[in-house]
């Protein structure tokens, strides 16, 4: 095992100018390099100069450090630590198999079936009041239904609904909604919700939601003076992380996060690889970025459909309204004729 002081060493320090440099001798690299965000070029600029770690709550670098096939139990240990419970993953599922149309507005998502049936979505989302409580339950319902769909095709005439196992939603936010981060929330970074009966009958709903609150933890986990050392706090501190001098201090709290240190090192010395995914990154903050637009538009639009459908009916009021007076009008002026 390496030891824990040395972790951060890895980390080789080289000066802007150099890794800049560096990176022009890669003209295609290079110029994706100069493609990207400024915050996104800061980012990948602290990395290979050493002082940064790879942001890994967005997908390319998620997928890359916690990919199943290549660390089966790093993803597995992830989501064990937010159930409660030690599962297993056994496979991703492809993502486009969903049957909700449109996309969500997310940075990361994985959904994999664990060993015992059961599936677990992952997502991280980026704009929060973009994904109400609403669309959570169609993301589950969603998955439900996948699953649903692909047990009943493999049992045949012989399927029940027994054969159906829990679906877990598991949505991280870098900002949390308004919600999660009330006052009497502010020690409180995962919410576990479930359908459950005024009479607490036991009925085994297949339905969970796990909600974290990513900045929420990381004013909690670090502002205190004894942090809480447990499995989930290691997981989540790792997705917080920003700075290479922290590592060395949680390798020490937290051994199993050692490897995925010594892999995200490993890149420093495949700067093409990383511009590439941070391209991808990049590729989905665009996109993210247009549907936003999209819906925000189709919002204005529905409001002004509204506002439109309220002065159309008061104007067909007051044309009515008109109307009758005109009508009026004309029956007091054949009066006053046949008085005449």
Request: some cysteine; overall charge negative.
């Amino acid at each position: 095992m390496t030891e824990k002081a040395e972790i951060s060493t890895l980390f080789k320090r080289k000066d802007r100018d150099s890794v800049v440099n560096d990176l022009k001798k890669d003209t295609e690299s290079y110029e994706r390099y100069r493609c990207l965000t400024d915050e996104l070029k800061e980012r990948l600029t602290g990395f290979l100069c050493g002082t940064r770690t790879l942001p890994l709550t967005y997908d390319p670098f998620f997928k890359k450090m916690f990919n199943p096939d290549v660390y089966p139990d790093r993803l597995s240990g992830f989501i064990s630590s937010v159930l409660g419970r030690k599962v297993k993953v056994k496979y991703t599922l492809p993502v486009e198999e969903s049957l909700l149309q449109g996309a969500s507005l997310l940075i990361m998502d994985i959904v994999v079936e664990l060993e015992d049936g059961s599936i677990a979505n992952v997502e991280i989302q980026k704009i929060s009041y973009l994904f109400p409580a609403q669309r959570m339950s169609c993301y589950s319902a969603d998955l439900l239904l996948r699953q649903y769909s692909r047990v009943k095709e493999q049992k045949g005439k012989k399927f029940t609904y027994s054969d159906l196992k829990k679906v877990y939603t598991i949505i991280i936010f870098e900002q949390s909604p308004a919600e999660l981060r009330r006052k009497e929330y502010k020690d409180t970074y995962v919410h576990h919700g479930t359908t459950i009966f005024d009479t607490r009958i036991g009925m085994n709903m297949l339905q969970d939601y796990y909600l974290i609150a990513l900045d929420v933890f990381e004013k909690s986990y670090y502002s205190k003076d004894k942090k809480v050392i447990n499995e989930l706090n290691g997981w989540l501190a790792l997705l917080s992380v920003d700075s290479t001098d922290r590592l060395n201090e949680l390798v020490t709290d937290y051994p199993y996060l050692e490897s995925v240190f010594v892999d995200m090192a490993g890149y420093l010395d495949k700067p093409a690889e990383v511009i590439n995914m941070f391209s991808e990154a990049l590729k989905i903050l665009d996109e993210n970025t247009v549907h936003y637009m999209i819906e925000e538009m189709q919002k204005q639009i529905d409001e002004d459909k509204e506002v439109i459908a309220e002065k159309t009916e008061l104007l067909d009021k007051r044309n009515a309204e008109l109307a009758e007076a005109m009508a009026e009008i004309e029956c007091l002026k054949k009066q006053l004729q046949e008085e005449e």
